[in-house]
Nanobody, 131 residues
Framework: QVHLVESGGGSVQAGGSLRLSCTVS????????MAWYRQAPGNAREGVAV???????FYADSVKGRSTISRDNAENTLSLEMNNLKPEDTGMYFC?????????????????????????WGQGTQVVVSS
């Protein structure tokens, strides 16, 4: 059973940085997609960034150039480094994982991030950015 646990959230002033982590366990496939989402109060859930088992990444325009998604296979950890944080980055951040029986492809990576059709989700970690 796939299990995801996020950590690293907190309160930071605008312009600051945070590193979010997600411990992943229970994966059985060599192929997968991992992503970070966020949801601000009253807003829909938004895909932030995705990385696949081949290491390819894709970022939402809202965070492109300010964030880096990465994974550490040895530590079974997914991370999101966010710099130059803005108040609009405030929200609950979730990690998500979807396994695949076929090698990852760009179209699937893109559609997963925007459709949110990941099979497994963590409970979230709160990020608050004050101005």
């Amino acid at each position: 059973q796939v299990h995801l646990v996020e950590s690293g959230g907190g309160s930071v002033q605008a312009g600051g940085s945070l590193r979010l982590s997600c411990t992943v366990s229970g994966l059985t496939s060599r192929y997968y997609y991992m992503a970070w989402y966020r949801q601000a109060p009253g807003n829909a859930r938004e895909g932030v960034a995705v990385i696949d088992s081949g290491g390819a990444t894709f970022y939402a325009d809202s965070v492109k150039g300010r964030s880096t998604i990465s994974r550490d296979n040895a530590e079974n950890t997914l991370s999101l480094e966010m710099n130059n944080l803005k108040p609009e980055d405030t929200g609950m951040y979730f990690c998500a994982v979807d396994e695949s029986v076929t090698p990852p492809d760009p179209n699937r990576r893109y559609s997963l991030l925007y459709n949110g059709d990941f099979a497994h989700w963590g409970q979230g970690t709160q990020v608050v950015v004050s101005s």
